[in-house]
C-alpha cells in the first residue's frame, strides 16, 4: 500500500499529464456559423414564444434549426403521416394478431401530435395520444430520432 504523499504525487502527476495534453489542443475554433451570445439569445426567446424551451440545452446548430423549423411551419402545419404494422405474438390464450396504426400530425398550433392505436384479432383494443411541444422532442421528431 503506498503512503499519503505517495498517492497524491500520483493523482497530480496524472492530472497535470491531462492538463498538459488539454491546453496543448489549443483554444476551440469556432466557425462562421458559430452565433455570437446576443444572437443566440434572441434565436431563443423567439423558439420560446412558440414552444417550450424550458430547461433545454440548445446548441448552434439546434437553436438554428428550430429557428427554421417555426418560420416555415405554415408548409407543415396540417400534414399528417400513418404508419401501420401487423404482427403475431403469444398471450396466456394462445397465438394472437395484432394491428397497430401510428399516426403523426403536425398540430395548429406549433408541435407535434403522436396518435398510437392497436387492434388484436380477439377484440381487445387501445389507444394513446401525445403531444409534443417542447424544444427537444420536437427536434428529435425532426431528426428521426424515438
Given at each position: 500500500?503506498?503512503?499519503?504523499?505517495?498517492?497524491?504525487?500520483?493523482?497530480?502527476?496524472?492530472?497535470?499529464?491531462?492538463?498538459?495534453?488539454?491546453?496543448?489542443?489549443?483554444?476551440?475554433?469556432?466557425?462562421?456559423?458559430?452565433?455570437?451570445?446576443?444572437?443566440?439569445?434572441?434565436?431563443?426567446?423567439?423558439?420560446?414564444?412558440?414552444?417550450?424551451?424550458?430547461?433545454?440545452?440548445?446548441?448552434?446548430?439546434?437553436?438554428?434549426?428550430?429557428?427554421?423549423f417555426?418560420?416555415?411551419?405554415?408548409?407543415?402545419?396540417?400534414?399528417?403521416?400513418?404508419?401501420?404494422?401487423?404482427?403475431?405474438?403469444?398471450?396466456?390464450?394462445?397465438?394472437?394478431?395484432?394491428?397497430?396504426t401510428?399516426?403523426?400530425?403536425?398540430?395548429?398550433?406549433?408541435?407535434?401530435r403522436?396518435d398510437?392505436?392497436?387492434?388484436?384479432?380477439?377484440?381487445?383494443?387501445?389507444?394513446?395520444?401525445?403531444?409534443?411541444?417542447?424544444?427537444?422532442?420536437?427536434?428529435?421528431?425532426?431528426?428521426?430520432?424515438?
Open positions: 500500500m503506498y503512503d499519503q504523499p505517495e498517492r497524491l504525487r500520483r493523482r497530480l502527476g496524472s492530472s497535470r499529464m491531462w492538463m498538459n495534453q488539454y491546453f496543448a489542443s489549443g483554444p476551440k475554433q469556432h466557425s462562421e456559423d458559430d452565433m455570437d451570445r446576443n444572437e443566440k439569445k434572441k434565436l431563443r426567446e423567439y423558439i420560446g414564444e412558440h414552444i417550450d424551451v424550458s430547461g433545454t440545452r440548445l446548441s448552434d446548430k439546434d437553436a438554428q434549426e428550430l429557428g427554421q417555426i418560420d416555415n411551419y405554415d408548409n407543415y402545419r396540417g400534414r399528417s403521416t400513418t404508419r401501420t404494422k401487423s404482427f403475431d405474438s403469444w398471450s396466456s390464450d394462445g397465438k394472437y394478431t395484432r394491428d397497430e401510428f399516426t403523426e400530425t403536425f398540430t395548429e398550433e406549433v408541435g407535434i403522436l398510437y392505436s392497436y387492434m388484436d384479432d380477439d377484440g381487445k383494443s387501445g389507444e394513446s395520444s401525445e403531444n409534443i411541444q417542447d424544444a427537444r422532442g420536437i427536434l428529435n421528431k425532426l431528426r428521426g430520432q424515438s
